[in-house]
Antibody
C-alpha cells in the first residue's frame, strides 16, 4: 500500500526556518517525481514545488522561489522541503504528492496519484 | 498565464441528487493533463479523474469527467453521503495548477 506521511510542521516566527519531511513507503520511491502542495486556511490547493526522481531537477512556484528548497534522499525514501525566510502568508497545511506520468499510445497523462495527509505550518510571532 | 476558475463556488444538494461541477480554463488545456480531486477536511486529497475522463483506480462509476479545450465537467450522478467535500480540477502542463475548488455541501 502506498503511503506518504508528512512531518516537521509547527509554529515558527516570521523570518524563521523549518524543514518538512515526507516519508514514503509501499512503492519504489526513486522511480517517481514528487511534489509539495499547500493549502492556506480557508483557501484552495496551491502547488509549491516539484523534484524529479533523482533530485537533479527542481522547480518552484514564484511565491517560494529563493526561499524554499526541495530535496530527496532516495536511500531513505524521504522527500524534504527546507523553508527559509518564512512569512505569515506561508501559513498552510503542506502536502506531499506523488507524480504519475505515463503514455498510452499517442497520449501522455500527468497527474498526482497519491497524497499525504499533510502537516501544518504556522508562521506567527 | 492559465487560470482555472471553477463554478459554482458552492453547490448545495441532497443525497441522491446529481452534481455538475465546471472547470473553465482561460486558455486551451490538453485533456491528457486535466485531473479532478476530492478533498475532505483533515484528509489527504484523493484523485478521482485523470485525462479529463478516466476514473482512477477504485473510484465509483457515479463519478465521471468530460470536456475538452477550455471546458471541463465533473459529474456525480447520484450523491452519496460520503461525496460531500471540496472538488478541485488541476491542469498539469509545464507547471501544475489547481482551480479554486467547488464545495459540495448538504442541502
Amino acid at each position: 500500500e502506498v503511503q506518504l506521511v508528512e512531518s516537521g510542521g509547527g509554529l515558527v516566527q516570521p523570518g524563521g526556518s523549518l524543514r518538512l519531511s515526507c516519508a514514503a513507503s509501499g512503492f519504489t520511491f526513486s522511480g517517481y517525481w514528487m511534489h509539495w502542495v499547500r493549502q492556506s486556511p480557508g483557501k484552495g490547493l496551491v502547488w509549491v514545488s516539484r523534484i524529479n526522481n533523482d533530485g537533479g531537477s527542481t522547480y518552484y512556484a514564484d511565491s517560494v522561489k529563493g526561499r524554499f528548497t526541495i530535496s530527496r534522499d532516495n536511500a531513505k525514501d524521504t522527500l524534504y522541503l527546507q523553508m527559509n525566510s518564512l512569512r505569515a502568508e506561508d501559513t498552510a497545511v503542506y502536502y506531499c504528492a506523488r507524480d504519475r506520468r505515463y503514455c498510452s499510445g499517442p497520449n501522455c497523462y500527468y497527474y498526482f496519484d497519491y497524497w499525504g495527509q499533510g502537516t501544518l505550518v504556522t508562521v506567527s510571532s | 498565464e492559465i487560470l482555472l476558475p471553477q463554478s459554482p463556488g458552492t453547490l448545495s444538494l441532497s443525497p441522491g441528487e446529481r452534481a455538475t461541477l465546471s472547470c473553465r480554463a482561460t486558455q486551451s488545456v490538453s485533456s491528457s493533463y486535466l485531473a479532478w480531486y476530492q478533498h475532505k477536511p483533515g484528509q489527504a486529497p484523493r484523485l478521482l479523474i485523470y485525462g479529463a475522463s478516466s476514473r482512477a483506480t477504485g473510484i465509483p462509476d457515479r463519478f465521471s469527467g468530460s470536456g475538452s479545450g477550455t471546458d471541463f465537467t465533473l459529474t456525480i450522478s447520484r450523491l452519496e453521503p460520503e461525496d460531500f467535500a471540496v472538488y478541485y480540477c488541476q491542469q498539469y502542463d509545464s507547471s501544475p495548477l489547481f482551480g479554486g475548488g467547488t464545495k459540495v455541501e448538504i442541502k
